[in-house]
């Protein structure tokens, strides 16, 4: 089950008339840095349209079928690529952060310098996390099959790499580093092997939400524009 945040009811309103939005979300840390900062942004984003807002947190694979079904009105945080890999969301067009797609080892003399290239030709064990398609799209293209599989989480990701069955653990830092600063992984020897790639982080909407989209993307842009963004980064970094 994902985990309720915030007050309200789903919303059943037409889509120039929402006054509540259910958003999932993959960000499986809540107490995490991303999550309040995301949390933060788009809680004003929407305040401002005069809408109220619940977030419901699931595994990414899940989260990604709840709004495709219409279970959720969207998704909080996913990269450019993945509107084409779907025909039932919509990208809203200003992406308010940047997050950065990571690859971990515990071998101390893997060094990955070229992004996605570095692996062509390897033969490292890799693994990611399930529901994450453009990653996946990205090991294809430069690893043969059965080379790379996906984890339910990231916390199996990493226990994973501790027990020596995978050679690197590829996922967003935002949701990783965090992990590595818990009792579990802090003295497990693993770190970053190279920065795989830096990807804009777009909210989702439901097509019958395209007007709420054009008018959300609108706000961003004006809170990245006046510093408020920025603001509410300084904040998250308190809470």
């Known amino acids: 089950m994902?985990?309720?945040?915030?007050?309200?009811?789903?919303?059943?309103?037409?889509?120039?008339?929402?006054?509540?939005?259910?958003?999932?979300?993959?960000l499986e840390q809540?107490?995490?840095y991303a999550y309040r900062w995301l949390r933060l942004i788009y809680t004003e984003a929407f305040r401002q349209l005069n809408v109220t807002m619940t977030i419901r947190t699931f595994p990414a694979a899940r989260a990604s079928a709840e709004a495709i079904a219409g279970n959720v009105d969207g998704e909080l945080a996913r990269g450019y690529d993945y509107g084409a890999m779907q025909s039932v969301l919509i990208r809203v067009a200003e992406a308010p952060l940047?997050?950065?797609?990571?690859?971990?080892?515990?071998?101390?003399?893997?060094?990955?310098s070229n992004g996605w290239e570095s692996l062509r030709g390897t033969s490292y064990r890799v693994d990611f996390r399930f529901g994450y398609p453009v990653v996946q799209q990205r090991l294809a293209a430069v690893l043969p099959a059965g080379a790379f599989a996906g984890v339910l989480n990231a916390e199996l990701g990493l226990r994973k790499l501790v027990i020596g069955r995978s050679d690197l653990y590829i996922d967003a830092a935002e949701i990783?580093?965090?992990?590595l600063a818990s009792a579990e992984f802090r003295n497990a020897g693993i770190r970053q092997a190279g920065l795989m790639e830096r990807l804009p982080v777009y909210a989702y909407l439901?097509?019958?939400?395209?007007?709420?989209?054009?008018?959300?993307?609108?706000?961003?842009?004006?809170?990245?524009?006046?510093?408020e963004i920025e603001q509410l980064r300084l904040q998250a970094q308190k809470e």
């Open 2 to 26: 994902g985990t309720l945040l915030g007050l309200g009811i789903a919303p059943c309103l037409a889509a120039d008339e929402v006054a509540h939005i259910v958003m999932g979300s993959m």
């Open 30 to 32: 809540q107490s995490s």
């Open 98 to 112: 940047v997050a950065s797609d990571v690859a971990y080892t515990r071998d101390p003399d893997l060094r990955l």
């Open 176 to 179: 990783v580093e965090p992990m």
């Open 206 to 227: 439901n097509r019958k939400h395209e007007k709420l989209a054009l008018r959300l993307a609108a706000v961003i842009k004006k809170m990245r524009d006046s510093g």
